[in-house]
């Protein structure tokens, strides 16, 4: 069961988030392998519900770099903030997969916010749109936005949510033309949007049957 300390999730409701994220990724790779013009990678995403300082700490001992996130904000029947994270020093590799080749480093750094952005917005809309699809409900999605600094700067933003709020924090690894970069989403959600998550999660298992396909 996953939980922190608060709220928890059963093994079956976890399980049928797992595939909707799964899902959401998978739609959200294959959007990115048409901007790339190349095939997309993608490890099976890890996901667990942990409360906001377990998720600094957790980010913080796998990645102690500088990072990069696009974050966006949602609202509906659940509301919160989802990311897109990974290391600053892989910013430009992933970039450089967006880009034509024959560009010179000082055009891709100029390029790089944007290509950046439009990334974030890919993933997280693809993502965000496959769970709220799958949940029957509806999301409104704010425009990405490109911010850098260490893990706690990314779980202290101006709310949605509101400071204490739990993460919905996914691992995932993903390859552009030979490029391994790691690469975080992290989803957080207050105490009634997680409610509202389950109670959703419960009414999805129902119409499949408890079944894992989604």
């Given at each position: 069961?996953?939980?922190?300390?608060?709220?928890?999730?059963?093994?079956?409701?976890?399980?049928?988030?797992?595939?909707?994220?799964?899902?959401?990724?998978?739609?959200?790779?294959?959007?990115?392998?048409?901007?790339?013009?190349?095939?997309?990678?993608?490890?099976?995403?890890?996901?667990?519900?942990?409360?906001?300082?377990?998720?600094?700490?957790?980010?913080?001992?796998?990645?102690?770099?500088?990072?990069?996130?696009?974050?966006?904000?949602?609202?509906?029947?659940?509301?919160?903030?989802?990311?897109?994270?990974?290391?600053?020093?892989?910013?430009?590799?992933?970039?450089?997969?967006?880009?034509?080749?024959?560009?010179?480093?000082?055009?891709?750094?100029?390029?790089?916010?944007?290509?950046?952005?439009?990334?974030?917005?890919?993933?997280?809309?693809?993502?965000?749109?496959?769970?709220?699809?799958?949940?029957?409900?509806?999301?409104?999605?704010?425009?990405?936005?490109?911010?850098?600094?260490?893990?706690?700067?990314?779980?202290?933003l101006p709310p949605p949510p509101e400071a204490g709020s739990t993460?919905?924090?996914?691992?995932?690894?993903f390859a552009v033309r030979r490029r391994n970069i790691e690469g975080?989403?992290?989803?957080?959600?207050?105490?009634?949007?997680?409610?509202?998550?389950?109670?959703?999660?419960?009414?999805?298992?129902?119409?499949?049957?408890?079944?894992?396909?989604?």
């Open positions: 069961m996953s939980t922190t300390g608060e709220i928890a999730l059963s093994e079956l409701q976890l399980d049928a988030l797992t595939e909707l994220v799964n899902l959401g990724v998978s739609r959200a790779a294959g959007n990115l392998a048409v901007m790339v013009r190349e095939e997309v990678l993608l490890t099976v995403p890890k996901v667990a519900l942990m409360s906001r300082a377990d998720a600094i700490r957790t980010l913080g001992e796998r990645d102690s770099r500088q990072l990069v996130a696009v974050h966006q904000t949602f609202e509906g029947e659940i509301v919160g903030r989802a990311l897109l994270i990974f290391p600053e020093e892989r910013s430009l590799e992933l970039v450089r997969s967006l880009v034509s080749s024959e560009l010179s480093n000082e055009e891709i750094i100029e390029l790089e916010q944007e290509a950046l952005a439009e990334t974030g917005n890919v993933i997280l809309n693809s993502c965000l749109a496959t769970i709220a699809n799958s949940l029957e409900s509806r999301l409104k999605i704010s425009l990405p936005e490109v911010i850098r600094g260490e893990s706690n700067r990314f779980f202290s993460v919905l924090f996914v691992y995932i690894n975080y989403i992290a989803m957080l959600m207050d105490l009634p949007s997680l409610e509202a998550l389950k109670k959703l999660l419960d009414a999805l298992i129902l119409r499949t049957g408890g079944a894992s396909q989604v």
